[in-house]
């Protein structure tokens, strides 16, 4: 299988689910398993209005390519697409989606599981979440303070 096949982006605009997981989809496959991640309306007992991503945006593809292609070398899979959102999303738009074909389940199951939770420890992409009074960054983390512009002396 290659890589090449494989859909990973990055996206400002609404995740076409279907038509991701279409493309994972081919006549010598099994099963299809996704992960459909999306925003709900609480976070920690607090009404969330809304969520905004970030990402430092190179790195996060960079890593994301390499958990497909780790994802390829670890399991039985023939296709994958990985996607994640990028700026303001409203209560219920999905904010990542992982879909993976196999020839059969077991090895669905196990890589689509191993993509999320990658993802979320490796993939430089931060959350911030909006209340009716205040916002924070998701558990603690903090997005990377840009390099300040040099002054001329």
């Known amino acids: 299988m290659s890589m090449d096949e494989d859909k990973i982006a990055l996206l400002r605009e609404p995740i076409d689910r279907a038509a991701l997981t279409q493309h994972v989809r081919a006549g010598k496959d099994g099963a299809i398993v996704a992960f459909d991640g999306f925003v709900r309306n609480e976070s920690r007992g607090r009404a969330t209005s809304y969520l905004e991503y970030e990402?430092?945006?190179p790195m996060a593809v960079v890593k994301m390519k390499e958990i497909v292609a780790?994802?390829?070398?670890k399991f039985r899979i023939h296709r994958m697409a990985m996607v994640h959102r990028l700026g303001r999303l409203d209560i219920g738009e999905t904010s990542v989606f992982i879909a993976v074909s196999a020839p059969h389940r077991g090895a669905a199951f196990d890589a689509c599981r191993y993509a999320i939770d990658s993802l979320k420890k490796t993939v430089p992409i931060w959350?911030?979440?909006y209340f009716a009074d205040g916002a924070v960054w998701a558990e603690g983390e903090l997005?990377?303070?840009?390099p300040s512009a040099k002054t001329a002396s």
């Open 55 to 57: 990402a430092y945006e």
């Open 70 to 73: 780790q994802i390829h070398e």
């Open 127 to 129: 959350k911030k979440e």
């Open 143 to 146: 997005p990377p303070t840009p």
